[in-house]
Structures are given as structure tokens and as C-alpha cells.
């Protein structure tokens, strides 16, 4: 049911066309929040998804098509977002890429990659938005972080460097800002059944000679106490949370949804 706790509010969510980053945006969307959708694919299905988006809230929905690696389309965007709605109150850093392989093996090109998307877009964002948040004296920047930026996984390196990092920036940025009304925080997912997790499971599909099914339940066992994949819908709750009266006071915190994967 549609609320207006997020009406005037812009939300800018990186990479929210598909997974984890659209479920935020939806979840922003239904609370009353215009969203500027940021992401890679078809642009007539990412035309219509944003514009579905708009008619289902009744919010305004725009897109920009900034790569998250590079720092002067990111401005771009940012100029984008205040043209159009007058700033960004609620920042979603979610933008995301991965790759898997050993720390001697690791492709340097990837590892560039993966800490420009994952750890150094974030930054360009942030400190973007700052300014515009702080005029207002509120503000809410939501770091994708994963459970990722709280433990290790073999094979992962550049990942788990780019999002312990993020939790770090986190930290800081609410830090500089305990005064204000900005707030900044991490939601540290476990597994999410996302484009980004199905690759892996085809993969060891693959690799070990597996059902889909057989290969989904082994990925989430290995990790996830619960056996059961977290939500968008779930992740995007959290968020809403997090931009509520009740989270003022929620600054720094790295707020693992993970299905039990950390306490282990």
C-alpha cells in the first residue's frame, strides 16, 4: 500500500535496474519517494520499468545511464538528479560487480574494476550529495555494503577489500555528519538471489555437475544457516527504515541481513 512518508523526496539508487538496487527503489517508491534509476541494459525495458515504477507509486521516475567507474559521468548524473528533482536527499549506493578467482591469479584489470564500482563510485556519489543534504539538514546515504564487507570468502579478494571499505566510508561519513541531519549506513546482505549470485550458481552448476535447484541449496548451505535466500523486498524494508524518524539516530552501523551467515 502506498504511503507518503518519502513524499518531496528524491531517491537516487544506483545499479536499480535489476535485483537488489530495483527492489530498493520500489520499496522508496511505495513510501512516496521520486527515484532516479541508474543501471546498465535494454533501454526500452529500463524506459519502461521506470516509468512503470512512476505509475504505480504515483511518483516521478527519471534514468540516468552514468558508469559507475567513471568519475565524470557520475557528476553528470548527480547534476542530472538536481535539475530535474532539486538535489538527493536519499543516496543509495548499490552499484555492484564481482569476479572469482585467487589473489595470484586475479586479473588486475578486474580488481581496478571492482574497486571503482563497488568502493570508489561511492565516494564520487557521496561527496556530491553532501552538500545539498546538509543545506536541508536532512539526508540519508544507504551503502550496499554485503556480509562480504564483515567476513571473508575465499576467491573473493577484490570484492571483500571494496566492500570492507565501503563499511569503513560509512563509518566515516556518519562520523563528519553526527551533528546533522544526515545519517549514513551499510546494509551488509548474505546471498540474494540477484543476476550477479545466479551467474555463481550456474557456475558451479556447471563445475559440479548439478541441477539449478541442487546448485542453489549447496551455495546457500555453504554460507547461510537459514538455507534461505534474503529478499529485495526485504533489503528495500530496511532501507525504508532507515530513512524513518525511527532511524535519526541509526548512524555508522553495518546492519547484516544475511540469514545467520556472520554469527557463525
Not at 570508489?120 to 536532512?138: C, D, E, I, V, Y
Not at 541531519?181 to 550458481?201: M, Y
Not at 537459514?226 to 553495518?254: H, I, K, Y
Request: negative net charge; charged residues 20%; contains cysteine.
Amino acid at each position: 500500500m502506498k504511503s507518503s512518508m518519502l513524499s518531496g523526496k528524491t531517491a537516487l539508487v544506483t545499479g536499480s535496474t535489476s535485483g537488489i538496487g530495483l527492489g530498493i527503489a520500489r520499496s522508496l517508491a511505495e513510501q512516496g519517494a521520486n527515484i532516479v534509476f541508474n543501471g546498465f541494459g535494454d533501454a526500452q525495458q529500463i524506459e519502461k520499468l521506470y516509468t512503470d515504477v512512476g505509475s504505480e507509486f504515483g511518483v516521478q521516475t527519471a534514468y540516468h545511464n552514468a558508469d559507475m567507474s567513471k568519475p565524470a559521468e557520475i557528476e553528470a548524473m548527480m547534476r542530472f538528479a538536481t535539475e530535474k528533482f532539486g538535489g538527493v536527499d536519499i543516496l543509495v549506493n548499490n552499484a555492484g560487480i564481482q569476479h572469482v578467482a585467487n589473489v595470484d591469479e586475479f586479473p588486475v584489470e578486474k580488481w581496478d574494476a571492482i574497486l571503482a564500482i563497488n568502493l570508489t563510485s561511492a565516494f564520487h556519489t557521496t561527496r556530491l550529495a553532501l552538500p545539498g543534504m546538509k543545506q536541508k539538514n536532512w539526508g540519508r546515504i544507504i551503502n550496499l555494503a554485503s556480509v562480504h564487507g564483515l567476513v571473508g570468502s575465499a576467491g573473493k579478494s577484490a570484492y571483500v577489500a571494496a566492500k570492507h571499505g565501503l563499511v569503513g566510508f560509512t563509518k566515516v561519513t556518519a562520523l563528519e555528519n553526527a551533528h546533522t541531519g544526515v545519517t549514513c549506513n551499510a546494509i551488509c546482505p548474505g546471498w540474494v538471489l540477484t543476476p550477479l549470485v545466479q551467474k555463481q550458481v550456474d557456475d558451479r552448476a556447471a563445475r559440479d555437475g548439478l541441477s539449478g535447484d541442487a546448485a542453489r541449496k549447496a551455495l546457500l548451505l555453504e554460507k547461510q544457516p537459514s538455507g534461505e535466500f534474503v529478499t529485495p523486498e526485504e533489503l528495500g524494508a530496511l532501507a525504508v527504515f532507515f530513512c524513518s524518524p525511527a532511524g535519526d539516530q541509526v548512524r555508522g552501523v553495518a546492519w547484516n541481513m544475511d540469514g545467520g551467515w556472520a554469527a557463525q
